[in-house]
């Protein structure tokens, strides 16, 4: 990989920081505080790592105030978006996808694809398909009859999107996740689990991202949806009829059982699981392996399984710690009045 050469200045400059200290050092990449070498640039966004800086290596320091360093200093308004901005210096020089269809493509008569789209090695584009300008279908691919797919969007190697989907622009989908299987759902009938048929579809909304070997169900009837803006981590489970609001963010392992309702900007941290037919309400956070089974209204925080308060339920966790000492008490408590009352008879 072609090195990339870059000055603490000119970083300055590309991420809007005012730069303390000399800034003709050259940088060679972006690390961990605690790992930094002295060719590289690193990031200090708490006031633990603040403390620390005295001992730190590095070229340079991304940080949100002026503090005692004896490495130059970028002090910015927002760490996390300049570091965006840094990362994106030395992301490798990967090859562009051309537009054009790759001839190991299979593409059905019918299929609609903008002149400007790629299509990859050994994809398969079915009849009525439809792919927006800008578009990539990578290697491996298979997208379902009559499915739509928006501008801009970026589909990794691999990925399967059955038929009568939508998804909107701007969405990015990595290798091997799965968008509109069916459903898990059955009916006992006749001593066998029958499969209900579904025939609903998924609609993805705009600027969405899907983690590796996620899955999002097709509806048993209507939609499946995931609102605009919301990104949803790799190995992620998300059944039938579930409707997401906007920007809500899902990390990995979630399980999200059919027909349940999250509000905007909604926090699935990882291993959460949501029961069926629940609404989440707006800007709550979940934490992780939490278990929810009932309805929770907006702005919470909610821990536990089952999921409870995060305040209750740290109260809950300090009590239960406290639990041996309380035992012993008690047996020299009962200890003491039996030696009472046999001193009484």
Do not use: W
Request: proline fraction near 4%.
């Amino acid at each position: 990989m072609r090195p990339v050469k870059i000055t603490v200045d000119q970083i300055a400059k590309l991420i809007k920081a005012q730069l303390i200290g000399a800034g003709n050092a050259e940088i060679t990449g972006v690390s961990p505080f605690e790992s930094v070498s002295p060719n590289q640039i690193t990031f200090a966004a708490n006031e633990k790592l603040l403390e620390q800086i005295g001992s730190c290596k590095a070229a340079a320091v991304i940080v949100k105030k002026q503090v005692q360093s004896p490495v130059p200093l970028l002090v910015v308004d927002n760490v996390e978006r300049a570091l965006i901005e840094t990362l994106k210096q030395f992301m490798p020089p990967l090859e562009k996808s051309q537009p054009g269809i790759h001839k190991s493509a299979v593409i059905d008569e019918g299929a609609s694809i903008d002149p400007t789209a790629s299509i990859g090695p050994l994809a398969y584009i079915r009849k009525g398909v439809k792919i927006g300008a800008g578009t990539v279908i990578g290697a491996g691919c298979k997208i379902g009859q009559d499915t739509t797919i928006g501008t801009n969007c970026k589909l990794d190697d691999n990925v399967v999107v059955y038929h009568n989907c939508t998804i909107g622009n701007y969405c990015f989908i990595y290798a091997n996740s799965t968008i509109g299987a069916t459903g898990f759902g059955y009916y006992f009938i006749d001593g066998q689990h029958r499969l209900i048929p579904h025939i609903g579809g998924v609609i993805i909304e705009d600027c969405v991202e899907i983690g590796a070997n996620t899955c999002v169900d097709r509806a048993k009837f209507g939609n499946t949806v995931i609102g605009a803006g919301t990104k949803i981590d790799n190995l992620v489970q998300i059944a039938h009829n579930v409707v997401t609001g906007k920007c809500c963010l899902i990390a990995a392992q979630v399980g999200i059982s059919g027909s349940s309702k999250l509000g905007n900007g909604v926090v699935l941290a990882g291993q959460v699981g949501l029961k069926d037919h629940i609404n989440i309400g707006d800007m709550t956070q979940i934490g992780a392996q939490a278990g929810v089974i009932s309805d929770i209204a907006p702005n919470q925080q909610i821990v536990g399984s089952p999921a409870i308060d995060s305040k209750e339920f740290f109260r809950h966790l300090i009590m239960t710690q406290k639990l041996p000492e309380m035992s012993k008490q008690l047996k020299q408590l009962l200890k003491k009045v039996q030696q009472l009352e046999s001193r009484t008879l």
